[in-house]
């Protein structure tokens, strides 16, 4: 068992990979009733064409990885909710882009619940009956969120952008894809990407240790997995440009939805290289569009944006993106005075004092999530798919210069780049 002090921050994180692949990382926190756990696979919604060294290249259904986290849950014997429960513990699941997290909370029997998280992950159960079953609930969410219009605004704005990668894709896919999957076919997914050497268990909380890892090793010692070749996904090639500049809905809305973003041109940036411009980037957007900027002020004051204004950014080696938007009762006219107001900051750039300023509020909402034991553990999960550390972005951010931001925000906002989503009452 290895354990990695990070001194500046108070932290130690003890971690072992198991003989099967699997690795476990475990993060005490004395003093902290409460113990969260995720199982999470480096598996989402568009990992839907793929090739496993010495296997045969697969092409599946859109909105399996959704669907298979779905039928994880049922066993012969009934629902493992109901197993948690009696063991008084919270459990769920969740299914993004690029991966798929099970989990738990507790504050009692962890290590009967820490077993039932990693036996029932790794013990499927699908026939044809409850796949069909499945079908018709998954039918109704999508539906559901088919009427959502702030899920509708969000996905036609990647829909405007993207025309190729499946990122533009709803991660529960159409009732036409789900309508095509088959236990089969699950079963193909599953043994490709829930492998564990593909995943990732984490334990925060009050804990010890030593004996989650001696558990979790004595768990996956009684299991037999053969060795697993590497995974290759396979994308089309995305188109630099954007696919629309303006994808338009029509939902019963009392205000307008307006979201817009800049598609970033794929350059292939993983590891530590794509965390700096994550946090670059996410920094610059604060800078800009942030609830204390100028521009912020001046929205508000004019009517043209409410609290429900906020930005984000996505990305992973083969796409990048941001979002930023909210309610507005003109679109056009919002559109048009944020083009200019960012047009006089790409002329100027940001000021040094600003600039620090943004710079400790993120460092200070870095700290301030380091006591919260849910969003420790799926940043951690999403920090190492993606070849980073959390643990090491306090240097990062501490590291940032002004002129890094400001180089970021010329090569982000590139208006040829941008597409916009609306939600507008018929």
């Known amino acids: 068992m290895e354990q990695m002090y990070y001194e500046r921050l108070q932290e130690t994180i003890y971690h072992e990979v198991m003989e099967n692949g699997l690795r476990v990382y475990v993060l005490p926190k004395p003093g902290f009733r409460k113990t969260y756990a995720t199982f999470a696979t480096k598996y989402g919604s568009v990992d839907n064409h793929f090739h496993v060294a010495g296997g045969e290249e697969t092409k599946v259904p859109d909105g399996i990885a959704h669907f298979l986290e779905h039928k994880m849950f049922e066993e012969p014997e009934g629902d493992i909710f109901a197993t948690f429960a009696s063991n008084g513990a919270s459990a769920n699941a969740f299914t993004s882009f690029d991966q798929t997290v099970y989990l738990f909370s507790a504050t009692e029997n962890i290590e009967t619940n820490l077993e039932t998280l990693v036996d029932f992950v790794q013990r499927p159960y699908f026939t044809d009956e409850n796949v069909e079953k499945e079908k018709g609930i998954i039918g109704q969410e999508i539906n ?22 499946p990122v533009h894709i709803d991660i529960a896919g159409t009732i036409e894809s789900i309508g095509t999957i088959t236990k089969e076919t699950l079963y193909s997914c599953y043994n490709a990407f829930y492998h564990p050497s593909n995943m990732l268990l984490f334990v925060v909380g009050g804990v010890e240790p030593e004996k989650v890892i001696s558990l979790i090793r004595s768990n996956q010692s009684a299991k037999s997995y053969g060795i697993q070749g590497d995974i290759e996904r396979i994308f089309e090639e ?26 970033e041109r794929v350059e292939g940036i993983s590891g530590e290289a794509a965390i700096r411009r994550d946090l670059t980037t996410k920094l610059m957007l604060d800078l800009l569009f942030g609830s204390s900027t100028t521009l912020y002020q ?43 107001e960012v047009d006089a900051i790409l002329e100027s750039g940001f000021a040094e004092s600003d600039f620090e300023r943004a710079r400790k509020k993120k460092i200070g909402g870095y700290l301030r999530m380091l006591n919260s ?29 002004l002129d890094e931001v400001n180089e970021r925000l010329r090569s982000h906002v590139d208006w040829e780049q941008l597409a916009v989503s609306l939600v507008v009452s018929p």
């Not at 508000?300 to 429900?308: A, T």
């Not at 034991?373 to 210069?401: C, D, K, M, W």
């Open 144 to 165: 559901m969120y088919a009427d959502n219009p702030d899920w509708r605004v969000y996905f036609g704005l990647i829909e405007a952008m993207y025309s190729k990668h």
């Open 238 to 263: 995305e188109p630099q440009a954007v696919d629309q500049k303006v994808r338009e809905c029509k939902l019963a809305v009392s205000m307008p939805k307006c979201l817009f973003g800049f598609k």
């Open 298 to 340: 001046k929205l508000y004051d004019e009517g043209l944006i409410s609290d429900s204004f906020g930005h984000e950014f996505n990305s992973s080696p083969e796409y990048a993106f941001s979002a930023i938007g909210g309610d507005t009762k003109d679109p056009d006219l919002l559109l048009k005075r944020i083009r200019e």
């Open 373 to 401: 034991p849910e969003s420790i553990a799926h940043e951690f999960t999403r920090y190492q798919f993606r070849g980073g550390n959390l643990f090491e972005v306090l240097p990062v951010y501490e590291s940032l210069t």
